[in-house]
């Protein structure tokens, strides 16, 4: 019924018929209200929520979203078991194509997160472009920037339990490591990088996941 609902009341009547979203297990709607797109040729179950594609096969039923403001699907994407999606007003938030998030993730996005095409982020990962509360210096009195834009590269491979704060940019195919932190630009570094730690820095050069030995598997995990 959600998989249904969602599609015709978002979406043109040529493109809900589709069923271009599909949505797996218990979901909470607090809010739709936003603006949703999806750019590329639409497909069957392009996009999937709760989509059941881990090794883990029981849900919680905690997922929810909140959009607010608009949500932009470059093309194919997936959230695993028990996400949180969170646009708030005025807020633009791009996903693309391929990208991916695992199970319990939690993406909150209330200025601006662009995900690449292939970004892939592990279970237990969040993407959270604020602070939620002002900080300031307490000697100057100077009040720090609550949040900033997140702007993750193509091909990123990113595992499990990582936390990406405001302001993080990466370049193109760059490995995050298990439990870090990410907290800033680290396009300096270049092409085919792994980061890691609490604050995340660079641990080593020329090393990326095997995207195209990996092609076959990953379209097939879109498969309805």
């Known amino acids: 019924m959600k998989t249904l609902y969602f599609n015709f009341k978002k979406f043109p009547f040529a493109t809900a018929k589709k069923l271009p979203v599909f949505f797996y297990n218990k979901v909470k709607f607090t809010s739709i209200e936003g603006d949703i797109k999806i750019e590329g040729e639409i497909k069957k179950g392009m ?6 594609y881990e090794m883990n096969t029981r849900h919680k039923g905690i997922a929810e979203i909140i959009i607010l403001g608009k949500i932009t699907f470059k093309g194919k994407f997936q959230f695993g078991k028990d996400y949180l999606v969170f646009v708030g007003e005025n807020a633009s938030c791009e996903l693309g194509n391929m990208a991916s998030m695992a199970s319990n993730g939690k993406l909150i996005c209330t200025e601006k997160i662009v995900l690449g095409d292939y970004a892939r982020l592990g279970s237990e990962s969040q993407i959270i472009d604020t602070n939620f509360h002002d900080m300031i210096d307490t000697e100057t009195g100077e009040k720090f920037k609550k949040s900033a834009p997140i702007f993750i590269g193509n091909y990123n491979f990113i595992s499990n339990r990582v936390t990406i704060q405001k302001g993080t940019k990466t370049p193109d195919f760059c490995t995050i ?5 990410s907290t800033k630009d680290y396009t300096s570094l270049g092409n085919n990088i792994l980061i890691g730690g609490i604050p995340a820095s ?3 050069n020329n090393i990326s996941r095997d995207w195209q030995g990996e092609k076959k ?8």
């Open 202 to 204: 660079l641990i080593r």
């Open 217 to 224: 598997e990953l379209d097939d995990f879109l498969t309805i």
């Open 47 to 52: 996009i999937g929520f709760g989509q059941p």
């Open 177 to 181: 490591a298990s439990n870090s932190l």
